[in-house]
């Protein structure tokens, strides 16, 4: 079973930045980040393949950047001019693919992020 472990997150002023890590325990196909705010459903953000194809949610794009260094099996979210909707809990996500909830094979602790003034 592969271990994500996340870092990042916190607190920011709307218009801020902050950047998310997730670290896996071994090689892995498609890695990215799920959120889920209260009273809402969980949501895919971004996730990047080994090869560098990225995707992205409509609420994020030109805000967001994932990328990940394979040598370290590590995946980074650039998350810039933050939204106080941006809020929500942050997890990293890991499989074959990540496109659907039940296509991933291990989440992470989940980290929190809060967009306010």
């Known amino acids: 079973q592969v271990q994500l472990v996340e870092s990042g997150g916190g607190l920011v002023q709307p218009g801020g930045s902050l950047r998310l890590s997730c670290a896996a325990s071994g090689s892995i196909l498609s890695m990215g980040w799920y959120r889920q705010a209260p009273g809402k459903q969980r949501e895919l953000v971004a996730a990047?393949?080994?090869?560098?194809?990225?995707n992205y949610a409509d609420s994020v794009k030109g805000r967001f950047t994932i990328s990940r260094d394979n040598a370290k099996n590590t995946v980074f979210l650039q998350m810039n001019n933050l939204k106080p909707e941006d809020t929500a809990v942050y997890s990293c996500a890991a499989g074959v693919g990540i496109s659907t909830l039940a296509s991933v094979g291990a989440w992470g602790q989940g980290t929190q992020v809060t967009v306010s003034s």
């Open positions: 990047i393949t080994k090869g560098g194809w990225t």
